[in-house]
């Protein structure tokens, strides 16, 4: 899903860049008030493994690629305010050092990958999991669920921009300026490679690494656990910056 430099106009990427400016600032402002010391090392291990997840990519037709992001998972552990600044910086730094991704669509990128992903997913599985102990394996499946749902949207996301950009941008002969590939093409290439692969590999990562704490370290998942319902949970409300965070675990209602 990383848009290379030259398959988006201005018309496009310079909007979704003022959209993120303000989505950045809003994020540190919010994690920079209230993330505590002991969690700064988190932040970090979820940055580095979104990085190292978002390396495995395959070629898509249509001038993108495909792969699974980590994105899902950070945002039910972390909150979605964490998730949107250590998926952006993976993104930034791929970007900038490794071509992966360009940077003129770093804005765009980052919105699809570092904001739709973890927005979504964080809602969802909230919405899920609501009223479950911290080792349902209702929780598992959420994850899971969270994880498909949240990447195919992103993917949607980036067929749609890619798709546009020859109604939106054309020479004065009529040939695309940008990305030549109609929206006919990029739907069909994402969906195909994400409802039945990608997906699929966000699903397991994300669902696997929720085991994984259920097993072995329970008060991780009461940091996902901080907020109970999707009605009170905001974005602001992430549950790896709340105030008064217990980090023992729920015990089985």
Not at 223 to 251: D, Y
């Amino acid at each position: 899903m990383h848009i290379p430099d030259g398959y988006l106009g201005p018309q496009t990427y310079l909007p979704l860049l003022g959209i993120m400016l303000p989505i950045w600032a809003r994020a540190s402002r919010v994690l920079k008030r209230t993330l505590r010391a002991r969690h700064v090392p988190l932040f970090a291990m979820a940055a580095a493994f979104s990085f190292v997840v978002m390396m495995f990519n395959v070629p898509i037709p249509a001038g993108t690629s495909g792969h699974a992001t980590g994105a899902a998972v950070i945002a039910i552990l972390l909150g979605p305010w964490a998730a949107i600044l250590s998926v952006s910086v993976a993104l930034i730094i791929q970007a900038l050092l490794f071509g992966d991704g360009g940077v003129t669509t770093i804005g765009a990128n980052c919105f699809n990958i570092a904001v739709l992903i973890p927005v979504v997913a964080h809602f969802l599985y909230r919405g899920i999991s609501v009223g479950t102990p911290v080792n349902s394996y209702r929780r598992v499946v959420a994850g899971g669920i969270a994880g498909y749902v949240g990447l195919n949207l992103s993917a949607l996301a980036t067929a749609v921009e890619l798709g546009i950009q020859p109604l939106i941008a054309r020479s004065s002969s009529g040939q695309p300026l940008y990305s030549p590939f109609p929206l006919s093409v990029t739907v069909p290439a994402m969906a195909a490679g994400h409802l039945v692969f990608f997906g699929f590999i966000e699903a397991f990562v994300a669902a696997l690494i929720l085991l994984y704490f259920q097993k072995s370290d329970p008060s991780m998942l009461s940091l996902a656990n901080a907020c109970h319902t999707p009605q009170v949970c905001t974005l602001s409300q992430s549950p790896l910056v709340e105030p008064e965070l217990n980090l023992e675990p729920n015990e089985p209602r």
